[in-house]
């Protein structure tokens, strides 16, 4: 073994897994040298998950990302000689009709974001797949990409390993655990082992179920908690002995019953002649803190395997018997079978990107085998050229706000992703149960009063739409449908749309409370704002205005969009719940990068908004003032803020539209909200929910939402953003947007699209939620861009107001015309779409008033 060094460039801590290694590997693929891994054990690791992994690749997410990842991690393995693309079932159980929704929902996404599968009868599973009992199904999904990383992950791990070192890049050390991260000024310096200390410009941290005791080493924590799962193990299974294969059969997924299985392959082979049994627990979820996972010194098996008793699993194991009766038949191998400890998240994406509290620290944390390669790449291109070619909000460390990092919080929330690892099927729309009232409106109460419908986005509690109101579906019934299918009506409320169309009859008002609000003051806060900003900030004229705004990447495309409310001597950025906090780091580590003399303040839990808009938002607010004047369109611009006194409260009315109808948002402290809430309601004004601002409204107005509909894989003006002319002051980006603009057309456009007609093969009116493929009728394939850009539906909702479901799609520049007829699929079922809009394109718009802006 060679010296210890005593400085890096880079510093893989947990180098043994898939993950560390092929972190290693990709950062020599992009140039990098000089990188040191160590691990705690051995190299490849002998105690982490990945030396137990079952090892197994199931291609489609409901996510691009996810989809992503795996895809190119099962292309990596294939192409380093390390996969078999054997194949995998995924079935749904007579009777388990959700779970056969579930499977033709997931056919939907594969076609949207690239992936093969498909559904099947219960014969053909059968006939791919006979060890299964076919009376027991009604259909199943296949994906001929599935299979499995032979002979191992742990091998794959090792080859990766030996391939950096002997390029002369990468340094290894087992047995060298990481002790003490050292840090300076707020940048990591190095790492303190048991070898010595050493020194380096960046540290990454790929320690798997131990990730969250290095991140303790920097002040913070990870939302992460390991969590059993049992692996068992029956046999002999001998159906493929001499063939020298790791596994005969295609993969087979029973998500219905939390449980999978796979045979093992050649008797001779790595851990061949058996059938290995997985399964999830979905009631009494075994988590533990790393800190509590045992030392290899007192691990009976290793310290990432934990004991297991038959009886944990005798349910559902008898459940596969019926299922698959060979098990029953196959004898139980105790000494094979464990529980073995994987990663369960708080919101189900991993840990990745740099620290919230130290730069030049990185986490790679929370992957599983079929996502390392490809995770791995992810974090070696952010560390290169600060950015990936795919949108990585969804993974981005920067994510989580301060409350969704504390202890409590995070062990609630990984105990409900852990029980829906694999079953039930979990629904676009659905609300967590745990790390619930963190954050409430100062007319939180009122609205329990009014029966509000409560989901949460970023601590906060939302009312959707409120039962009070339901004398207004009688109002309406013409114009709100009732949704007979299930699915479509899990987690909204029918109410909510005919509040819209009350707010659009007469006024309504919205708790926009929700809103991240970063405070930017200092010398330097306009030049900050104007380096950030593809808009002009500065000059007098945009004092006392609000500026609807972007922030692109340095490739010139999308990565945040919000509204500055300019002031005097500083400015509020008003951001979505979901987006604010990692917008919020974003803007603290340009600061300190550039050397702005700023100062920046997350004030979110300080203040509060109420939207109040409608055709007769003026006339009631004009009740409330000493001076009515001051409120007419000649005397308050659009888009321009002006402080007014309502119930005796401070308030600054911003004049804007969200939703398409003439008013305000009211923005004030938090401590005042209460008294103008009270005051507007006194006025008879409407209480609607925040379904209509975020879904139904946004989508007739063709507004777009951040990470959903603005991501970096497009420009601003493929999402029809862009102002006509490019502001004089240089601005992250700028080059590529110049670039862009000179264009005479763009690869594709953000369009809105209609549902021609929405029933399905058996009559019933369906409302799409969720991620859906755009198709070429003519051939049934997703469309695709000369950038090799999939078109999907990002966003789509009912329009109460224009009575159809409304899409957001970007298409390829030849798609992009109005009245063109495309396809696509909801539930495996094809329907027609409309172009209705190219770029941005109000269905609804009474007065033209344009968006934010």
């Known amino acids: 073994m060679s010296q210890f060094p005593e400085r890096a460039r880079v510093v893989i801590v947990g180098l043994g897994g898939i993950v560390g290694a092929s972190v290693a590997h990709h950062l020599v693929e992009r140039g990098w040298d000089d990188i040191v891994g160590i691990d705690k054990s051995g190299v490849p690791t002998d105690v982490g998950s990945t030396a137990h992994a079952s090892d197994f690749c199931y291609c489609t997410s409901h996510d691009p990302l996810t989809t992503w990842s795996t895809m190119y991690s099962v292309d990596f393995y294939e192409n380093l000689g390390h996969y078999s693309r054997i194949g995998g079932l995924e079935v749904a159980r007579v009777g388990d009709d959700e779970r056969m929704q579930e499977l033709k929902r997931r056919c939907d996404s594969g076609r949207a974001f690239g992936t093969n599968v498909k559904m099947i009868s219960a014969k053909e599973a059968k006939e791919k797949f006979p060890l299964l009992e076919e009376d027991q199904i009604q259909g199943a999904m296949w994906d001929p990409d599935a299979g499995l990383v032979v002979p191992r992950s742990q091998t794959v791990a090792g080859k990766l390993v030996d391939m950096a070192e002997k390029s002369g890049k990468l340094k290894v050390f087992a047995n060298t655990a990481a002790l003490e991260l050292i840090h300076e000024n707020g940048r990591v310096t190095g790492v303190k082992t048991h070898r010595g200390t050493i020194m380096a410009d960046h540290v990454v941290v790929c320690a798997g179920i131990w990730g969250r005791l290095v991140a303790e080493m920097a002040g913070e924590d990870l939302p992460v908690m390991p969590v059993d799962h049992p692996l068992t193990f029956f046999g002999p299974y001998n159906a493929y002995e001499g063939t020298g294969l790791e596994i005969g059969r295609p993969l087979l997924r029973d998500q219905g019953n939390s449980a999978y299985m796979r045979d093992t392959g050649d008797p001779n082979?790595?851990?061949?002649?058996?059938?290995?049994?997985?399964?999830?627990?979905?009631?009494d979820v075994r988590m533990v803190h790393p800190s509590g996972?045992?030392?290899?010194?007192?691990?009976?098996?290793?310290?990432?395997?934990?004991?297991?008793?038959?009886?944990?699993?005798?349910?559902?194991?008898?459940?596969?018997?019926?299922?698959?009766?060979?098990?029953?038949?196959?004898?139980?191998?105790e000494s094979h079978s464990f529980n073995g400890l994987l990663q369960t998240t708080s919101d189900g994406g991993p840990s990745m990107g740099?620290?919230?509290?130290?730069?030049?620290?990185?986490?790679?944390?929370?992957?599983?085998?079929?996502?390392?390669?490809?995770?791995?790449?992810?974090?070696?291109?952010?560390?290169?050229?600060?950015?990936?070619?795919?949108?990585?909000?969804?993974?981005?460390?920067?994510?989580f706000d301060d409350y969704a990092l504390e202890k409590d919080f995070i062990a609630g929330r990984c105990s409900e992703t852990a029980a829906k690892i694999y079953n039930p099927p979990v629904h676009p729309r659905e609300p967590f149960a745990t790390g619930r009232d963190v954050r409430r409106s100062p007319f939180y109460e009122r609205e329990v009063e009014l029966g509000g419908h409560f989901m949460e986005l970023g601590g906060w509690e939302r009312a959707h739409g409120y039962a009070a109101n339901e004398h207004l579906l009688e109002k309406y019934a013409d114009q709100v449908p009732v949704r007979e299918a299930e699915w479509d009506n899990r987690h909204f409320w029918r109410v909510s749309n005919a509040e819209q169309l009350e707010?659009?009859?007469?006024?309504?008002?919205?708790?926009?409370?929700?809103?991240?609000?970063?405070?930017i003051s200092g010398p330097d806060h306009v030049a900050l704002l104007e380096w950030l900003s593809a808009a002009k900030i500065g000059g007098e004229r945009n004092i006392n205005r609000g500026i609807y705004t972007h922030f692109l990447d340095e490739e010139g495309m999308v990565r945040a969009d919000f509204t500055i409310l300019r002031y005097e001597d500083k400015c509020h950025l008003i951001n979505g719940a979901d987006a604010g906090p990692r917008d919020f780091q974003y803007m603290k580590r340009v600061a300190q990068d550039k050397g702005f003399d700023v100062t920046i303040t997350d004030v979110t839990t300080a203040n509060t908004t109420i939207g109040v808009w409608g055709p007769n938002a003026r006339e009631n607010l004009s009740k409330l003032v000493d001076n009515p004047e001051e409120l007419t369109a000649e005397n308050h611009a659009f888009a321009t803020l002006k402080p007014i006194t309502i119930a005796g409260k401070s308030v600054t009315a911003f004049r804007i539209s969200y939703v398409g109808e003439q008013g305000w948002e009211l923005h004030m402290a938090y401590e005042d909200g209460l008294a103008v809430w009270d005051a507007l309601r006194e006025l008879g004004i409407t209480a609607v929910g925040v379904e209509t601002y975020a879904n139904s409204r946004r989508m007739e107005k063709s507004l777009r939402l951040q990470n959903a509909d603005l991501l970096t894989e497009y420009n601003l003006f493929e999402a029809d953003l862009a102002r006509p002319k490019i502001k004089k002051a240089d601005f992250v980006g700028k080059a590529k947007h110049v670039e862009f603009?000179?264009?005479?057309?763009?690869?594709?456009?953000?369009?809105?699209?209609?549902?021609?007609?929405?029933?399905?093969?058996?009559?019933?009116?369906?409302?799409?939620?969720?991620?859906?493929?755009?198709?070429?009728?003519?051939?049934?394939?997703?469309?695709?861009?000369?950038?090799?850009?999939?078109?999907?539906?990002?966003?789509?909702?009912?329009?109460?107001?224009?009575?159809?479901?409304?899409?957001?799609?970007?298409?390829?520049?030849?798609?992009?015309?109005?009245?063109?007829?495309?396809?696509?699929?909801?539930?495996?079922?094809?329907?027609?779409v409309e172009v209705a809009g190219v770029g941005y394109a109000p269905l609804y718009d009474p007065e033209n008033l344009k968006p934010r802006s």
């Open 354 to 399: 740099e620290s919230r509290k130290l730069r030049g620290l990185w986490y790679a944390v929370a992957i599983w085998v079929k996502d390392g390669p490809g995770m791995g790449k992810l974090i070696a291109d952010w560390m290169t050229d600060g950015r990936t070619h795919i949108d990585h909000h969804a993974i981005d460390y920067a994510r």
């Open 269 to 283: 082979t790595t851990e061949g002649g058996q059938i290995e049994w997985g399964y999830y627990y979905e009631k």
């Open 741 to 832: 603009h000179a264009r005479e057309a763009q690869p594709a456009m953000l369009c809105t699209l209609v549902m021609k007609d929405n029933h399905d093969a058996n009559g019933v009116a369906r409302y799409p939620v969720g991620t859906l493929p755009v198709l070429n009728p003519e051939d049934g394939k997703p469309l695709i861009d000369s950038e090799g850009r999939r078109s999907y539906i990002s966003s789509m909702a009912f329009g109460p107001t224009v009575g159809k479901n409304i899409g957001l799609a970007y298409l390829p520049q030849e798609d992009c015309t109005l009245g063109k007829v495309l396809h696509t699929t909801y539930m495996d079922e094809v329907y027609e």
């Open 503 to 519: 707010m659009s009859a007469d006024c309504g008002m919205i708790n926009l409370s929700h809103f991240h609000m970063t405070e």
């Open 293 to 333: 996972i045992l030392s290899k010194e007192e691990s009976r098996l290793s310290p990432s395997q934990r004991d297991l008793e038959l009886e944990d699993v005798i349910e559902p194991l008898e459940r596969a018997m019926e299922l698959t009766p060979i098990l029953a038949e196959l004898g139980y191998n």
